[in-house]
């Protein structure tokens, strides 16, 4: 079943909704740490993002066009403000969805079955400046060219894509790719990457991946 994270900061209802979605056999994460909620939610890598408005340190408004600017994941806001203003608002942001609370749950589970579907052929996919990432298979897609990258490399590249425009910490793609940030050689790590853009330059992607000294790796690429 697909991932699902949910963003309230109301405790309750953050485990009921848990609670719920478990049932139906959905994975769930909860966002707790309301400061970092968009790093939070890149590293979960959810399909979908059930996401309040009203949050301690950053609207939902806001979070909710950092996600769909990326096109990380669906979005449904779940919220307790029932303006028209504001759910149109949330839809011009590229919300997926608007429901209010207190919520019915036989139409939440609707809803969010209905969102899964529309955009199930998209979840694995990730576009690039020219080219596309099949996150399922690590296929590469330019042009009228297609390579399968090996699985280690497929997930730095996958990694990258979605945290284009950020500096990825080596301790992050460790955590990301091999699952630890403990006992991983770095050197495992550089031969991985040099491979990785050995194969983007053949296919003309050339110069995507900068190392930022001390700090990480950054993807270039603009979409």
Known sequence: MSRITIVEDDCFMREELADILEKEGYEVTQIRDFQNVYEEIQKSRPALVLLDINLPQKSGFEICKQLKEKNLCSVIILTSRIQIEDEIHGLKLGADDFLTKPYHKGRLLARIENTLQRFSGF??????????????TYTLYTGNCSKVLPEKEGKILEVLLEHSGE??????????VWGTQVYVDENILQVNMTRLRKTLNTL????????????????????
């Open 123 to 136: 979840e694995g996919i990730l576009k690039g400046n020219g080219f596309y990432l099949d996150k399922h």
């Open 167 to 176: 500096i990825v910490s080596k301790e992050d793609l460790f955590l990301m």
């Open 204 to 223: 003309g992607l050339k110069n995507m991946v900068q190392t930022v000294r001390g700090r990480g790796y950054l993807w270039n690429g603009e979409e």
